[in-house]
């Protein structure tokens, strides 16, 4: 399907995406916000716990997922999946 | 961090492992933004955001501890290295702490410290790399190896590819990483490793548009001083005892003729050394082309003439009596000009005309009007002699 090993990743990461919303249940729309409020952790990690109260409470994790300490890869992986979860709404893709 | 990728939901597991290999596609600015928030800066903060989710994503793909490790410490070094054969600056003080946070890192720590320990270790093994130390890499290793036993294995395959990588020089692990990394280059800067070959490349030629720069080529290895201008410096022999004076001649031929103008020898320029003190360091004359003047002379000068002064006024006599189509019968040269002895000048009367009612030879008084005395000087002689009387 994808030509090059970028485009065949991406792929592969809009349907990991599709799948981890529908295993959790959550709207793509928290998802998005979340990647934002990791964002901004990212740039102050004071805002860590608010992040991971945020993200427990929308049932994208357990306690157990998250270190009370910041977690700069959980941070990332959250991030992209938000743009990448806003993209696939403003295309359509992800009703598809 | 271990107990996040341990104990994390497998949906969460499974999507964190494909989501982390496109962060750099999706959001390429991520990566320095965490290595700015682990502590690190500038091109170390890009090798250690290139390391941490490098590392994450091979632990998240179910890849043991080690290979994570040694994944992230080689995205780390990948970057650093990157910019490390351009500049090549800082690189012995940034090694030495490197070396000893690896050992720290192996020894005990985890999560996010393992990481940045890792990418320590790495960036120390790439200046060693770019500085051309093999001992530097070398010395890296070693203290993994003495720095603790907690994790053997670890220890062993994070010493073993460190110091392999320190063994190989830059040229040819950049060179093996563009040979591996060609087949991903879809897109510049899609990767970390990909964005690190580009800054490689970016910073080569920018060193190389640089004069008076080290000029790294990558795949030599080498590095060069680019060519420059030196200081040209005169330096006259020591002044001996009882010798004349320092002269350096600087003879004509040195100097380029000018062009133009009258040709001739260009005269002998002589730098002379000031003569030599004792206890003085030595004579040194530093000469530069501004200090020699070249003044043509010639065999033959031209003669030298006074400017004209282009207010001054030329003057020229013209006449303004013409005599035509009478020929003068002879007499004074006055009588002549006056044309009083020309045939038709009436002689009656010319006396008196001439000399007022006075006889000959009389000559007025100017001031005193006392009656004339009959005298005769030159002026009355003339006159007289003028007038033929």
Known sequence: MAKNPSNKQMFEAKQGIKQYLATVKVPPETLVKIGQVADAVIKDKALWPMFREQAIKTRLVEPDDLDMKVDYP???????MGKITEQMLASGEMGA | MG???????????????????????????LIPAIGNALGFTGAAATAAG??????ASSLAQGNSLDVALKQ?????????????????????AVGSAAGSAAGTAVAGGSGAD???NAVSGGIGAGVGDATGSVAAGKGAGTFIATGGNVNAAINTAVSTELTSLAKQGVAPYVASAK???????????????????????????????????????????????????????????????????????????????PSGGAAGSLSTVTVTAPRYEAGAPENVLPYTSSDVTTTPTSDKQPVAQKPKDPTAREQTITPSIYFT???????????????????????????????????????????????????WNEAS???????GV
């Open chain 1, 74 to 80: 959980s941070l990332a992986v959250f991030s992209t």
């Open chain 2, 50 to 55: 290139a390391a941490t989710i490098t590392t």
């Open chain 2, 3 to 29: 107990k996040f990728w341990s104990k994390v939901k497998s949906a969460f597991k499974a999507v964190a492992s494909v989501a982390l290999v496109v962060v750099a596609i999706v959001q390429p600015q």
């Open chain 2, 179 to 257: 040979e591996t990394l060609s087949n991903l280059v879809a897109t510049p800067g899609t990767t970390p490793e990909q964005q690190a070959i580009a800054g490689v490349q970016g910073l080569v030629d920018e060193s190389k548009a640089q004069p008076g720069t080290q000029l790294a080529d990558a795949g030599a290895g080498t590095t060069t001083d680019a060519g420059r201008l030196n200081t040209v410096t005169v330096t006259s022999p020591k002044y001996q005892a009882g010798a004349p004076e320092n002269v350096l001649p600087y003879t004509s031929t040195d100097v380029t003729k």
């Open chain 2, 72 to 92: 992230g410490a080689t995205a780390g070094v990948t970057s650093f290295v990157g910019v490390n054969v351009a500049t090549s600056t800082g690189s012995a």
């Open chain 2, 114 to 116: 393992i990481i940045r």
């Open chain 2, 325 to 375: 189509g009478v020929t003068p019968t002879g007499g004074a040269p006055l009588s002549q000009a006056l044309g009083t002895n020309l045939p038709s000048f009436p002689t009656t009367g010319a006396t008196v005309g001439l000399t007022g009612e006075r006889g000959a030879g009389e000559i007025e008084s100017k001031e005193s009007g006392k009656e004339r005395q009959n005298v």
């Open chain 2, 381 to 387: 002689l003339r006159l007289k002699d003028a007038l």
